[in-house]
Nanobody, 126 residues
Framework: QVQLVESGGGSVQAGGSLRLSCAASGTTYSNACSACMGWFRQAPGKEREGVAAIERDGSTTYVDSVTGRFTVSKDNAKNILYLQMNSLKPEDTGMYYC?????????????????WGQGTQVTVSS
């Protein structure tokens, strides 16, 4: 299983920026795509939702609410996934999780991922 460790969360005011990182290690013995990774978030009392995903060739996809504000990228040499978040809004508040080893590339559906990090908290105040 792939091990994932997130960092970079914090508290910011609306309009601010944060960059999340996710360090990946280990291997997968499944037939899923270990290089297919994504960012998810979960607000209190809400379901976990997909924010952004990236495929091994660098293709990306985003949920509509963050398009134009968030950018997902990956340093393949260091095996680190990033999420640059700009123009943050209070509704972006939540625990952000990194996920890897997806059965479907560019998926924003949590159930398609086999490996998860512990999460990093993002709080945006108005």
């Amino acid at each position: 299983q792939v091990q994932l460790v997130e960092s970079g969360g914090g508290s910011v005011q609306a309009g601010g920026s944060l960059r999340l990182s996710c360090a990946a290690s280990g291997t997968t013995y499944s037939n899923a795509c270990s290089a297919c990774m994504g960012w998810f978030r979960q607000a209190p009392g809400k379901e976990r939702e997909g924010v952004a995903a990236i495929e091994r060739d660098g293709s990306t996809t985003y949920v509509d609410s963050v398009t134009g504000r968030f950018t997902v990228s990956k340093d393949n040499a260091k095996n680190i996934l990033y999420l640059q978040m700009n123009s943050l809004k209070p509704e972006d508040t939540g625990m952000y999780y990194c996920a890897a080893d997806s059965w479907v590339a560019l998926s924003l559906r949590p159930y398609r991922y086999n490996s998860w990090g512990q999460g990093t908290q993002v709080t945006v105040s108005s």
